[in-house]
């Protein structure tokens, strides 16, 4: 089974504005799926989180626009989970009320080869760190009870993995420990999430987890932690789920420069925040209780 993830497109709603007054995030989503075009048959494409900046109903519009008929074209379900900058509410406008009810927006879908996928709503309103409540967690632990022809791929927008930047510890998921809970013992084959915007893997419970890069921008991780900086760069993996369920994936991760760059240099960072500016943030949207 071969599953496309993206993650982190940061749509607006109006075209006109550019994300740090540089990249067309319309034409970066653009750019990646053409590049995509030939990839083969897939069983699901799996957008973990940020499909908006503006958490407008014209940008989950605009994400279905270009989703949907690259989802149709290569035979797969399409899947979205819900991100920080994302308004859960405005995406029901556009793809109907969530499985879990108000105030999430938690989905199961199966595809015909008998995966399932459940996207969890980990945003918190106002908020840039994940959270997700004990009654999402009792929902999914009911879900999981049973298990999958084909087992389970969880999506989730914070991953469930110590980040690697001061910013980004601020800005994870909190509460670790109850989501393991829930998932062990279950049929759940790979966990996959966005928001670090940059490829990362670890494991929660025993179970692989998977980060894409962002197609909006790439965060390098690899520069000072008290400092941020991203780069004109756009990723996506391949996901390849072979063998029987318990049994490892394959994932193959691709990034190319920017097709929404407006200067055109992939070398040049979009932003760089020093660490006045990373505190500003976290301090504004960090989780409670983050330094």
């Known amino acids: 089974m071969r599953i496309l993830q993206l993650s982190d497109t940061h749509l607006f709603g109006d075209p006109a504005p550019r994300q740090y007054d540089r990249i067309d995030t319309a034409a970066a989503l653009a750019g990646v799926l053409d590049r995509l075009a030939d990839v083969g048959p897939l069983e699901a494409v799996i957008h973990t989180g940020d499909a908006s900046e503006d958490g407008s109903v014209a940008s989950y519009r605009a994400l279905h626009d270009q989703l949907d008929p690259f989802a149709r ?43 399932r996928i459940v996207a969890l709503d980990s945003s918190v309103p106002r908020a840039g760190y994940g ?28 991953p469930p993995l110590p980040a690697a930047t001061r910013l980004m510890a601020a800005l994870d998921l909190d509460d670790l420990e109850s989501l393991a809970d829930v998932l062990t013992g279950t049929d759940v084959r790979l966990v996959v999430s966005g928001h670090y915007h940059h490829e990362m893997s670890g494991s929660i419970a025993g179970i692989p987890v998977h980060v894409v890069p962002g197609i909006a921008d790439v965060v390098d991780p690899l520069g000072p932690r008290d400092r941020a900086r991203a780069l004109a760069l756009s990723g996506a993996s391949l996901v390849e789920l072979t063998g029987e369920p318990g049994s490892a994936p394959q994932v193959s991760t691709a990034v190319w420069a920017s097709a929404g760059d407006e200067l055109a240099d992939p070398a040049r960072p979009v932003y760089g925040f020093g660490p006045a500016e990373i505190d500003a943030i976290v301090a504004a949207a960090g989780r409670p209780g983050a330094v």
Not at 88 to 107: K, L, S
């Open 73 to 115: 074209a290569h035979g797969a379900v399409l899947a979205v989970a819900m991100g920080n900058h994302d308004v859960p509410v405005a995406y029901a406008t556009v793809v109907g009320p969530g499985d879990h009810g108000e105030p999430w927006q938690d989905r199961v879908l199966t595809t015909p080869g008998g995966l």
């Open 131 to 158: 959270h997700l409540d004990a009654p999402q967690l009792e929902w999914l632990r009911t879900v999981l009870a049973e298990p999958a022809a084909a087992g389970t791929v969880l999506a989730v927008h914070h």
